[in-house]
């Protein structure tokens, strides 16, 4: 069965630091790009960034580009999203999802996990 | 970057009645890459439609999508109590890959 965990969401000021990972089960991880999306509280769907299954080829949204860092371990099963000087835009709950079939058409995902940017 | 607008914002509908949500792209989806994701409160999307008119691993046959270029239909037969929720289309023919604002069925 194909299980993706978020981790790492948190309070945290502007201008402040997080670290999310996903820790992913049930495929060949090393396989498949994986994808962070995120929902701001109440509102809809933002694609953030992938990474190819070697972690060789990377992109962002224009949104998170120069601050987020998307990165993987092979080896571990995880998918890392470094996340600095956050704003208050980039509240949201942030989903990793592996995709179906093209890099951008998610069949799993995992609960989220909720970032704040407040002070 | 492609912009999407979903219409309409909300439909209210009876279980058994049939829906029909639209998704219109500011411009042209490459090889009709649109698909169509059902969004429940506290839980991520599930993936229903791909390419337009396929239907995802499991999804019931009473969801069916249509369209190309720039005008897509999401279509679901019958509603059933648990298909109440909101409907987002994204598309992945260009990149960025963006989502339209959603579609809330809700009962009426």
């Known amino acids: 069965e194909v299980q993706l965990v978020e981790s790492g969401g948190g309070s945290v000021q502007p201008g402040g630091s997080l670290r999310l990972s996903c820790a992913a089960s049930?495929?060949?991880?090393?396989?498949?790009?994986m994808s962070w999306v995120r929902q701001a509280p109440g509102k809809g769907l933002e694609w953030v960034s992938v990474?190819?299954?070697?972690?060789?080829?990377?992109y962002y949204a224009d949104s998170v580009k120069g601050r987020f860092t998307i990165s993987r371990d092979n080896s571990k099963n995880t998918l890392l999203l470094q996340m600095n000087s956050l704003r208050a835009e980039d509240t949201a709950v942030y989903y990793c999802a592996k995709p179906y079939s093209a890099w951008y058409v998610w069949d799993y995902w995992g609960q989220g996990t909720l970032v704040t940017v407040s002070s | 970057e492609i912009v999407l607008t979903q219409s309409p914002g909300t439909l209210s509908l009876s279980p058994g009645e049939r829906a029909t949500l639209s998704c219109r792209a500011s411009q042209s989806v490459s090889s009709n890459y649109l698909t169509w994701y059902l969004q429940k409160p506290g839980q991520p999307p599930r993936l229903l439609i791909y390419g337009a008119s396929s239907r995802a691993t499991g999804i019931p046959d009473r969801f069916s999508g249509s369209g190309s270029g720039t005008d897509f239909t999401l279509s679901i037969n019958r509603l059933e109590p648990e298909d109440f929720a909101v409907y987002y289309c994204?598309?992945?023919?260009?990149?960025?890959?963006?989502f339209g604002p959603g579609t809330k069925v809700d009962i009426k």
């Open positions: 990474i190819s299954g070697s972690g060789g080829t990377t």
């Open positions: 049930g495929f060949t991880f090393s396989s498949h790009a």
């Open positions: 994204q598309q992945y023919g260009s990149s960025p890959p963006t």
